[in-house]
């Protein structure tokens, strides 16, 4: 089993350092700008079937993805949204990287309901991936970046806190533990 996964491109909230979560923020331009250099680049990839997070910054980037392997499946999938952060969302990112951190130090502290708590998250994860595989036997996913820490956590792969926008990844599943690759581009 395999699948890729790639984050977004750049925001204006993600310049800015701003939690986004499930707010829709549009592509900025050089988020456009980059995510077309990546599809041209991105020619030799083995791309049956894109899934998306519906949110406008990844779904954007899958479309650009998409006009360069217009053989390619294409579905927009809630599942692949990023984690709500609720009241964080709009506040600075350090504020997002706080509450984590106190999530991890006290798991079984209640959190702030408006916060979509990791087991919801792992759910919907699992369920998405389900329905990817049933769809392609090595799905190609556009999402978000914390939702990539969630998904590196429920698959038990080792991984970096935050990656950078348009990074690719290949998640490989051999002998009953995932594995995972930066895939660059030069």
Not at 57 to 80: D, N, Q, S, V
Request: hydrophobic share 35%; charged share 30%.
């Amino acid at each position: 089993m395999q699948f890729f996964f790639l984050r977004h491109g750049e925001t204006l909230w993600n310049l800015e350092k701003r939690c986004q979560g499930k707010t829709d923020i549009a592509l900025s331009e050089k988020g456009r700008e980059e995510a077309e250099n990546f599809a041209k680049k991105s020619l030799h990839l083995p791309i049956g079937h894109i899934f998306t997070s519906p949110l406008k910054r990844a779904r954007t980037t899958a479309e650009i993805l998409k006009k360069t392997h217009p053989m390619a499946g294409f579905t927009a999938l809630k599942e692949f949204e990023e984690r709500g952060y609720g009241y964080l969302e709009g506040k600075p990112s350090e504020m997002m990287y706080a509450f984590e951190e106190e999530e991890k130090r006290n798991p079984t502290k209640p959190i702030d309901p408006s916060v979509e708590s990791l087991e919801a998250i792992n759910f919907r994860l699992q369920k998405g991936l389900e329905t990817a595989f049933a769809k392609d036997f090595s799905p190609f996913i556009v999402s978000h970046g914390r939702l990539f820490v969630s998904l590196c956590e429920y698959l038990e792969v080792p991984h970096e806190s935050q990656i950078k926008n348009l990074s690719l990844y290949e998640f490989k599943k051999t002998l009953k533990k995932w594995e995972i690759r930066q895939i660059l581009f030069h």
